[in-house]
């Protein structure tokens, strides 16, 4: 692609389509006040993009065979040794795919993809090679992930490993189902919505969305660069903690540390219950239940633990629909590279993306209402998404205030337990797929939007089938939820709680 100035004639055509006057003479003028800035276009086309070369090498992957395969978790599987000393020297890693791995395809869990070679390591990649971990492979994950179910990728249905026939929950299904099948030590996930938290709670892993801004989001697919983070998901609290302080960014110039919280009593903590997360129509009480007692069992252990009420709540799912709708239109329009963050732009998804709209034929029912929705949305210029930003305002203020008495706010992480999986794609009913695609969200969203640092860990289960809790916590105070969520866990086994 090579930058050209328009012709007089085209410049007095843009210039009736912004309302403005143009004759010949002032076209001219303006043509050559634009040339020197047309000259610095083309110096950036003169040269290459700076992008990140990674020191680990093996990027040979294959896509594996159903036998190596039983929960159709893994879109492929590859050996990319990291460093040869670190603290997670010998722990596999799976990594979703909407993360950059150097030299493997991403697809996003759709054809809009197809054919993206990532051409650099995301961030977080690059840290965990750096750390001693091994890539073993990508899983799989939903169709662009907009879904909390596990049933419209189109590599397949993911299968959860807890009770196989029941979802996984999304968008970051396959990796939740490698944790909870043990096949991996760690899976990364992102979470735009839940993504991470909500197949967490499904398969009974442990799953966190750190505050805003600690987990570098470079090499993330965007939707909206506001509400986007990168995760962890693993078996246990500890693990939890350590991966997340070798993916987080330094800050003033030390590692964080999580890891010091672990064995901690929760002694003196506060913890409020938060009545609004209990009760939706959707809601399982069976499930309300099985979180209130986990609440009970906090207060047990030596915490302080009382309900309160938080109102505002109930409309995180309105505002922070608004930010992602029209958000994520707006990055696709951008040929999904999205403007106004720091973090790595890829030419090569700028390629492929270029004729994205060629190759969405065929998309799910909660796909294609985001995607007509964000482009009606246009009409309104903006409109619903600048309410909707002023609105997080007062929805974050609504759980700061608390959280200057409280540690912690708790809440179930999901209202129900794990949906049943169709018998195929083919087979998938709108219903099902958009009960689980935004049904999911309910209690989990709101803190995609507000930055606040939550996580989810198996608390029980009913049926069979696992049930989440989620702690949210402070700004930055990621320290005080794992020490509460490691409490609990070393003095229960959730597989026991009902």
Not at 369 to 389: C, F, N, Q, V
Request: aromatic share 8%; hydrophobic share 40%.
């Amino acid at each position: 692609m090579t930058f050209k100035l328009p012709d007089s004639n085209e410049l007095k055509q843009l210039a009736a389509e912004l309302n403005l006057t143009l004759d010949d003479d002032r076209a001219q003028t303006l043509l050559e006040y634009m040339q020197p800035i047309a000259e610095g276009y083309e110096f950036i086309d003169s040269v290459k993009d700076e992008l990140p070369v990674s020191a680990y090498d093996g990027r040979d992957y294959h896509y594996p065979e159903a036998g190596e395969n039983p929960y159709g978790a893994w879109l492929l599987k590859c050996h990319i040794k990291g460093a040869a000393s670190g603290p997670l020297l010998g722990r596999k890693v799976a990594v979703k795919d909407n993360i950059f791995v150097a030299d493997l395809p991403l697809t996003n869990g759709s054809d809009v993809l197809a054919d993206l070679v990532a051409d650099f390591d995301a961030t977080v990649v690059d840290r965990l090679l750096n750390a001693g971990a091994e890539i073993a492979g990508k899983t799989v994950c939903e169709y662009l992930c907009l879904s909390g179910g596990s049933a419209t990728s189109i590599d397949g249905i993911v299968q959860n490993p807890r009770k196989p026939g029941y979802s996984t929950g999304g968008s970051s299904s396959g990796s939740a189902a490698l944790v909870a099948a043990g096949e991996v030590d760690m899976a990364l996930g992102t979470d735009q919505g839940g993504s991470v938290r909500i197949p967490a709670s499904w398969t009974g892993v442990v799953g966190m969305k750190a505050t805003r801004g600690v987990v570098p989001f470079s090499g993330g697919v965007p939707i909206e660069a506001s509400i986007e983070y990168i995760g962890p998901l693993t078996d246990n609290v500890a693990d939890n903690a350590l991966y997340l302080e070798v993916m987080a960014d330094a800050g003033e110039g030390n590692r964080p540390d999580y890891t010091s919280a672990l064995g901690q009593t929760t002694a003196g903590l506060k913890i409020a219950v938060l009545k609004e997360g209990f009760g939706w129509p959707s809601s399982s009480a069976a499930v309300d239940q099985c979180v209130k007692s986990a609440a009970s069992h906090f207060a047990s252990l030596g915490a302080t633990v009382e309900e309160i009420s938080i109102p505002g709540h109930l409309t995180g799912p309105a505002i922070w629909g608004a930010v992602v709708t029209d958000g994520l239109w707006q990055t696709l329009k951008l040929n999904g590279v999205g403007f106004n963050h720091d973090d790595i732009y890829s030419p090569a998804m700028y390629e492929v993306m270029r004729d994205w709209t060629r190759r969405n034929h065929d998309m799910p029912i909660n796909a294609a209402l985001i995607l007509l929705l964000g482009r009606h949305l246009e009409k309104y210029d903006g409109h619903y998404y600048a309410r909707a930003k002023n609105l997080v305002r007062k929805l974050r203020a609504g759980y700061d205030k608390p959280l200057r008495k409280y540690d912690l706010l708790l809440m179930p992480t999901l209202v129900d337990t794990a949906a049943e999986n169709p018998e195929s794609l083919d087979d998938a009913s709108d219903d099902q797929i958009m009960q689980t695609a935004f049904g999911n969200t309910l209690n989990t969203c709101q803190f995609n939007a507000t930055g606040h640092p939550a996580i989810s860990i198996p608390c029980g289960q009913v049926d069979g089938l696992p049930v989440g809790l989620m702690l949210v916590g402070r700004y930055h105070d990621e320290k005080t939820i794992y020490r509460a969520a490691h409490a609990f866990e070393q003095s229960t086994d959730w597989r026991e709680r009902k």
